[in-house]
């Protein structure tokens, strides 16, 4: 059964989706789920959420996300509801970190779940298991160590990757030689070129962008919902702080870099966090069949909220 309350720790992204994932499976079929972003999220309102009853009867389950700012804004009020915790509600915090010595960690603990989030130490290793699990895939080690050496330690963008090289392989394994011909930079470019023109705004370029890449790589949709969250988590960091510009300006050069924060004003804080959670859709309905991955993405694209001075073509 589900725990009244859990902490979700760790930058990873990926990592925590799939333990919200887990989580939901403990949970009714006909839970009732709702979402709140902790930056603007009012304790009242989770916490009148979380007691209310569920429209059907099957529990309630209120989602925090970047909960480390509503932690510290509402600390001793959360501190005695997690001493009493309803039991008909389900609470899930989604935090950066969570140090082990504030009450806050020592009563989820005591009623319910902190999960650390943090990439596996052993990321090659990583990549063999959730091949095998995941994508009925078999990767070699040695296939796993270079494709490590490629991406870095991004989950989504690992798990991205081994989904278009289980394609590729065809129920052959996954060697080296099959991720060095498929992992290509020049790929990930050409989806790094429509993820800037949506994040300046210019979203029939973006559609433009995307429709040539599906032509000239089927598996692009794989790849997409990685890219577009590393483009989403650059529209937050300029929303949280403005001075994050100085590391961003070499990716939007020139006149893309006022546009890129014309584009980010007009999305806001109060929809980033609903166009993360559209993308994660995205993500889930891909990997489970509903709804065609290329066409899921091309939604996407249309419907986000971006400021451009162009117009569609």
């Avoid at 009714?28 to 009012?42: H, K, L, M």
């Avoid at 598996?219 to 969250?229: G, K």
């Amino acid at each position: 059964m589900a725990k009244p309350v859990y902490a979700l720790v760790g930058e990873d992204s990926f990592r925590q989706l799939a333990e919200l994932g887990r989580i939901l499976t403990d949970l009714p079929a006909d839970a009732q789920r709702s979402d709140y972003d902790g930056e603007t999220a009012e304790l009242a309102d989770v916490l009148d959420d979380l007691r209310s009853f569920a429209m059907f009867g099957g529990g309630k389950v209120v989602v925090v996300r970047n909960a480390d700012e509503f932690v510290t804004r509402y600390r001793e009020p959360l501190e005695d509801y997690l001493a009493h915790p309803v039991d008909s509600g389900t609470l899930v915090l989604r935090l950066n970190s969570l140090p082990k010595v504030q009450r806050v960690y020592k009563l989820i603990a005591k009623v319910g779940e902190v999960v650390e989030c943090a990439p596996p130490r052993d990321l090659a290793r990583w990549a063999v298991e959730h091949a095998k699990k995941v994508h009925r895939a078999t990767l070699t080690p040695d296939g796993a160590r270079a494709l490590v050496e490629l991406l870095g330690d991004s989950l989504g963008k690992l798990d991205t990757e081994i989904a278009k090289l289980a394609l590729a392989a065809d129920g052959k394994p996954i060697t080296p030689d099959l991720v060095g011909e498929n992992v290509t930079a020049q790929r990930d470019l050409e989806m790094k070129e429509m993820t800037a023109a949506l994040a300046v705004g210019d979203k029939a370029e973006a559609l433009r962008r995307w429709r040539d890449l599906l032509r000239s790589d089927p598996s692009a949709e794989f790849r997409a919902v990685t890219w577009l969250a590393m483009w989403l988590e650059d529209v937050r960091a300029y929303l949280r702080s403005p001075a994050s510009l100085n590391k961003l300006a070499w990716k939007y050069k020139g006149p893309h870099l006022d546009q890129f924060k014309r584009t980010a004003s007009a999305i806001g804080k109060s929809r980033i966090g609903t166009l993360v959670d559209a993308l994660a859709e995205v993500d889930f309905n891909s990997k489970t069949g509903l709804g065609d991955a290329a066409e899921n993405v091309e939604r996407f694209i249309l419907s986000a909220p971006v400021s451009s001075n162009k117009d569609a073509r």
